[in-house]
């Protein structure tokens, strides 16, 4: 496909067929996305179609790796046809130009010479003295042997553009190619009628004059404007390329007893891998030996390593740093990380914006257009233009069909958004196409889950007080009493039991084991811990044990205010001391929040927890606006209640128990690890979960959308002002006339600065 009007006609072909419920095709990366029935038509159905509107298509069998792989082996042959191409038309053009410079300065001798043309008059001078026997030449030979440059021109380097135009014309249709092909087309056959009935048209008084330089420089301009467009077009995948170029080509095995190195293709579920200090992990898997540190900044953005021990999962294409360890491969292929990765970028390249459907539905009409106006151009000239009327309606009607070839029209919104994803990927922010971005950008309130989102989602021990006590003291210090609690709830699968108990691990204290462990709901756990009754819960359980923890009040209201949970813990009947509990906040929730306010926007909380503890968490973050005690189920209705009011709402949760809410959204943000990216509830995932990448994914949108729009402006006015320039609205004033070369220039011109325009996303 070469412009949007291609990529229109095959939408709208596939968008008609029986079972199709939606159609994208996209320009940018030459790709389309289909939803439909299977029951009622095939992949390969719909492949037949593609193909039956005089394209090519294939369907993508091949890894997403191998298929970048494969879409960069054949734009590096493009780029080298379009190479070749392009140096022979430059060379013809060069040729083409001195020859008919003899042919120029006969036609000024006899007429008023055009502003634009009068430029060569000197050019032509200083050539008559370098060359003189040049332009001695008669005419007749001056036009054969221009005419036969430009054979070669058409025949070969240009060729494809009258194929494509006459597969569009036989299916009813019309596209950039069209206009090219008319347009040069036109002059060249224009050209050859003179050059081979000369003496015919002299003997019916017309001066013969002829356009092959025009359409060899039309030709050679366009291929260079094709080939930058390119180049250009390869760079919009580079950060899938260099996530690509992480990937290690060979792994290290341990298969029959012996350790052996094998391409990273022939990696099974089940290998044990053995990966060394400054290696690079070959593929997905858990950690079973060793411990390291391990650099995910390529998943995540995040610049310092993880520390990896036992058990640990561990992501192919991230670095190891520090120590070597051996691990079980649990995933390959398209189901590891990165390549999930890859197709989720794919995908999101691959979408289109809403704002795109006015550029789409501009150039569905816009060609036939064009040639209606470049007719009318020509038969304005012919009636009422000076003479040679008929060569002045000729050259100014190619000049209206080259110069509004609508390239930048359809790269105008794709290469934006597929540079924007591309580098939201980068970042760790990882943005599910055009539609996503769009409604980004309209965003004025973000609603952020408490827990797993502002705070780590981890409960753990943040306080331990033991009771006043003097010589009687139940427990010898902090560490005594964790020991003990610790003990008793290792046989508890409760959260705030796990956290007990990793932070006695953590300590190295040697936990014992409890006898007739007996769990409370709702109040808590009791056990024999070392010979003695042990009782750990909440005010409930004291309460109904008839146990005073009247010494521990005070501090026990002062870590509630703190949004800390305090559980206490009673000895043979005696209140012993008291362990707070809490959720740490993230260490960078508080700045997240703080951007996100300074960017315009309203930041509520939305917890299940208690007013007192939700309100502490939203005091410390800065938050605008604190819902407390909400039940997951009820998220959803919240949501509701603020899009009623009539805002355009982002809900960031970690994807799992508000998948609803963040379904509701208008966007949802759901949290990752990079262990698991493909989180379908939200528009956005965050890979590294910290809330900071959601200002950074909000002033991306933003960015691209302003990117969008001045492409899209400059498209639109680039035709508007070109158009009646090209078909003469400034001669009567100016004279001003362009030339059919100098539209094909401003064409070329026109697209390479969209594309270019885009490219500024990669720094964003």
């Known amino acids: ?75 590096a042959e493009e780029v080298g046809h379009l190479k070749r191409k392009l140096v022979l038309s430059l060379v013809a053009a060069a040729l083409a130009m001195v020859l008919s410079m003899p042919l120029m300065s006969r036609e000024a001798m006899s007429g008023p010479v055009e502003p634009v043309m009068r430029l060569w008059v000197p050019v032509s001078r ?15 030979a001056l036009r054969y042997l221009l005419l036969g440059l430009t054979v070669p021109v058409v025949g070969w380097a240009g060729r494809h553009f009258y194929t494509r135009a006459w597969a569009a014309f036989r299916h009813h249709s019309a596209d950039m ?47 260079l404007g094709n080939l930058l467009e390119a180049r250009a077009k390869g760079k919009t995948s580079e950060a899938i390329r260099r996530l690509i170029g992480l990937r290690p080509s060979t792994a290290r095995v341990m298969r029959g007893g012996t350790e052996q190195e094998i391409p990273t293709e022939q990696v099974q579920v089940g290998d044990e891998v053995l990966v060394r200090p400054g290696e690079k992990i070959p593929v997905d898997g858990v950690l079973l030996e060793g411990s390291s540190t391990v650099d995910e900044s390529m998943l995540t953005g995040e610049p310092l390593p993880v520390r990896k021990v036992s058990g ?56 036939p257009v064009v040639i209606s106006i470049a007719i009318a151009t020509f038969v304005i000239w012919f009636d009422l233009g000076p003479e040679p009327s008929y060569l002045r309606g000729l050259a100014s009607a190619v000049t209206v069909l080259i110069i509004a070839c609508p390239c930048a029209m359809g790269l105008a919104v794709p290469t934006a958004v597929m540079v924007s994803t591309g580098r ?20 004025d309130t973000v609603v952020l889950d408490k827990t797993g989102t502002i705070t780590e989602g981890k409960p753990s021990v943040t306080d331990i007080v033991p009771a006043p006590a003097g010589d009687d003291a139940l427990v010898q210090g902090p560490e005594e009493l964790l020991r003990i609690a610790a003990s008793l709830e290792r046989l508890s699968e409760h959260p705030l039991a796990e956290s007990i108990v990793s932070a006695a691990e953590s300590r190295g204290l040697t936990l014992s084991n409890p006898k007739d462990f007996e769990v409370r709901p709702g109040r808590g756990v009791t056990a024999l811990v070392e010979g003695r009754r042990v ?31 305090p559980v206490y813990l009673a000895l043979d009947g005696r209140i012993a001391g008291l362990l707070a509990i809490a959720d740490p906040i993230k260490p960078g929730s508080a700045a997240a929040v703080s951007t996100l306010k300074a960017q315009g926007l309203a930041v509520l909380m939305l917890s299940g927890d208690s007013r007192l503890t939700a309100e502490s968490v939203g005091r410390a973050v800065g938050v605008d606006r604190v819902i407390a005690e909400v039940l997951p189920e009820r998220k959803l209705d919240e949501i509701r209640r603020i899009q009623a009011d009539g805002h355009v709402v982002a809900m960031v949760g970690d994807g799992l128990n508000d998948a609803p809410a963040l379904a509701q959204a208008d966007v949802g943000i759901a949290m990752g690890t990079g262990t698991d990216v493909a989180m379908e509830a939200g528009s956005v995932t965050l890979m590294k979960g910290d809330l900071r990448g959601v200002p950074d994914a909000i002033a991306l949108a933003r960015r691209t959308m302003r990117v969008i729009r001045q492409n899209l402006f400059w498209a639109f006015i680039y035709n508007i002002v070109g158009i009646p320039v090209a078909a003469g609205i400034l001669y009567p004033a100016f004279g001003l006339l362009l030339t059919p070369a100098l539209a094909a220039a401003a064409m070329a011109f026109s697209s390479v600065s969209v594309v270019t325009n885009s490219l500024r996303l990669r720094n964003a």
């Not at 294409?317 to 999930?340: H, I």
């Not at 980068?426 to 971005?437: C, M, R």
């Not at 146990?547 to 949004?563: C, D, H, M, V």
Request: proline content about 4%.
């Open 312 to 367: 640990d999962p561990v992501t192919g294409a991230t670095l190891n740093r520090a120590g070597a360890f051996r691990y079980r491969v649990t995933r390959v292929g398209r189901e590891t990380v990165l390549s999930r990765i890859i197709l989720l970028v794919q995908q999101a390249q691959g979408s289109k914006a809403p704002i795109q459907k006015l550029a789409d539905r501009v150039s569905s009409v816009f060609v």
């Open 126 to 140: 200083g050539l008559s003295r370098v060359v003189p026997w040049l332009f001695t030449l008669p005419g007749d």
């Open 424 to 443: 939201g990927a980068e970042i760790g922010v990882l943005i599910k196409g055009g539609e996503a971005l769009e409604r980004i950008h309209h965003l």
């Open 535 to 565: 009782s750990l819960g909440n005010e409930l359980m004291m309460k109904e044990s008839g146990i005073s923890w009247g010494p521990l009040e005070e501090a026990a209201t002062r870590l509630s205010t703190q949004g800390r949970t």
């Open 177 to 223: 190619n069209t206009l090219i092909a008319v347009g040069t087309g036109a002059a060249f056959g224009f050209s050859v009628a003179m050059t081979l009935g000369a003496s015919w048209f002299e003997t019916h008084g017309l001066m013969p004059q002829v356009y092959y330089e025009a359409v060899i420089w039309i030709i050679a301009l366009i291929l």
């Open 1 to 75: 496909m070469t412009c949007a009007a291609c990529s229109g006609r095959i939408q709208r072909v596939l968008e008609k067929a029986p079972g199709v419920t939606m159609a994208n095709v996209n320009l940018m990366v030459q790709s389309a996305t289909v939803d439909f029935d299977s029951a009622v038509i095939s992949p390969a159905q719909l492949v037949e179609l593609v193909r039956g509107t005089g394209y090519g298509a294939e369907l993508p069998h091949a890894a997403p790796e191998a298929m970048i792989e494969a879409q960069d082996a054949a734009r």
